[in-house]
């Protein structure tokens, strides 16, 4: 009886190692910095495959090249050319709740899948670092000199950024978490009787 407890306990510890998501890892980066601009700035960035991601975070590159995040920043999932004073949560997928650290950061709840395209734009101007080349293949970059002028893509230039997000554990692997815990349970209600 006690080495099925064992086996049950065993199996239990990696379910749960399964169902926990792992840390959070790199989705989307561009590493160049060679140039800089002093805009508001909007980038689109291809996903890494897998998903589908919570926990998003997103940051642009300073002029020091630290982590650089100022006022709230939109996700969408097209081109979005309007005005960043026009920028809204009920516009766009999701707005970011913080700014700490120089990284804006998501709710939890707000999921993006892999592989897919996203844009991303800031309602507030940056001095961020980049390049006059685009080097990065999974976007572009985009600039509006003044709150009240539209963004424009700027397929000769890009930004220097990170995007992160931790892969959201699939239903089956909570489910098979779950039948861990009641045959676990069920064994334990055995061995009383």
Do not use: C, H, W
């Amino acid at each position: 009886m006690r080495s099925i407890v064992s086996a049950a306990l065993v199996a239990l510890v990696a379910l749960f190692a399964l169902a926990v998501p792992a840390n959070a890892g790199l989705l989307a980066s561009n590493p160049s910095a060679t140039g800089g601009a002093t805009a508001y700035l909007g980038q689109s960035a291809t996903l890494a495959a897998g998903g589908p991601f919570n926990n998003i975070t997103f940051n642009f590159y300073d002029f020091n090249d630290a982590p650089l995040a100022l006022g709230t920043l939109y996700i969408f999932s097209t081109e979005y050319l309007g005005t960043p004073n026009a920028l809204s949560a009920a516009s766009s997928l999701a707005a970011s709740i913080s700014n700490a650290g120089g990284v804006y950061a998501f709710d939890p709840s707000v999921t993006l899948n892999g592989g897919q395209q996203y844009f991303f734009y800031s309602d507030t101007i940056l001095s961020s670092i980049g390049s006059n080349a685009n080097p990065y293949p999974g976007g572009t970059v985009y600039f509006a000199d003044a709150s009240n002028l539209n963004f424009f893509a700027n397929p000769d230039q890009d930004a220097k950024f990170t995007l992160n997000g931790t892969a959201v554990p699939e239903p089956i692997t909570l489910a098979l978490f779950a039948a861990g815990l009641a045959g676990l349970g069920a064994t334990r209600r055995r061995k009383k009787v």
